[in-house]
């Protein structure tokens, strides 16, 4: 069964440094999403892209959080300057389209922020 | 007043068990139900979902919505260890973003 796979599962990094978190989508979906949450907390939506471009972002993706699809298979989320407090669980989720409730989002298995 | 309120748990049963999880929100733009399960280190997978109020089921699974008092629930018939999980709950309104508004999560025991 396809899967959305995310690397790497751990990243530990130094307050201030830029941190790349890679997924790869499944493959035939066209929507793609990145999720936080905070241990203990609520996951909370990031950003929705498609089309090459951002759909939908929230008030957490600011100037130092940005999205990409370098190729045909990896979508990726770069924070430019880590904070003590992006220190989270990162999902990547894909979808086939985004028309509404019925389009089931997939989430990968996360990537662990440790910001030092 | 939070918009979406999940009492984290844990919640501990034994086998066999009926098992009701439950969220209650303020937004009552809220249309779409959803209800996630979450193994640990791995990605929340969609459960089922309803829409408006009512009940729908699937297997073992029922999901129950109250518009009337903000209140939806989901119960597991017969659980299994198997089920052993974070249950998340999350719900958007009609039209519009899509974009999911999560619980923080149940995490639920089923012992043998």
């Known amino acids: 069964e396809p899967e959305v796979t995310q690397t790497p599962s751990h990243q530990v990094t130094q307050m201030g440094q830029e941190v790349i978190l890679r997924c790869v989508p499944i493959?035939?979906?066209?929507?793609f999403y990145w999720y936080r949450q905070i241990l203990g907390q609520k996951v909370e939506f990031l950003v929705s892209?498609?089309?090459?471009?951002?759909?939908?972002k929230s008030e957490i993706f600011d100037d130092q959080f940005s999205v990409e699809r370098p190729d045909g298979s990896n979508f990726t989320l770069k924070i430019r300057s880590t904070k003590l407090e992006d220190s989270a669980m990162y999902f990547c989720?894909?979808?086939?389209?985004?028309?509404?409730?019925?389009?089931?989002?997939?989430f990968g298995p996360g990537t662990r922020l440790t910001v030092l | 007043q939070k918009e979406v309120e999940q009492d984290p748990g844990p919640l501990s049963v034994p086998e066999g068990a009926i098992v009701s999880l439950n969220c209650t929100y303020s937004?009552?733009?809220?249309?779409?139900f959803m209800w996630y399960r979450q193994y640990s280190r791995k990605g929340p997978e969609l459960l089922m979902y309803?829409?408006?109020?009512g009940n729908k089921e699937d297997g073992r699974f029922t999901a129950q919505v109250d518009k009337s008092s903000k209140y939806i629930s989901l119960f597991i018939r017969d659980s299994q260890p198997s089920d052993s999980a974070t249950y998340l709950c999350?719900?958007?309104?009609?039209?519009?973003?899509?974009?999911?508004?999560f619980g923080r999560g149940t995490s639920l025991i089923v012992h043998p």
């Open positions: 493959s035939n979906h066209l929507y």
């Open positions: 309803t829409y408006s109020s």
């Open positions: 999350a719900m958007t309104p009609s039209g519009g973003s899509y974009i999911p508004t």
């Open positions: 937004n009552s733009a809220f249309q779409y």
């Open positions: 989720a894909s979808s086939v389209v985004s028309g509404g409730i019925t389009d089931t989002q997939y």
């Open positions: 892209f498609y089309n090459n471009e951002i759909s939908e």
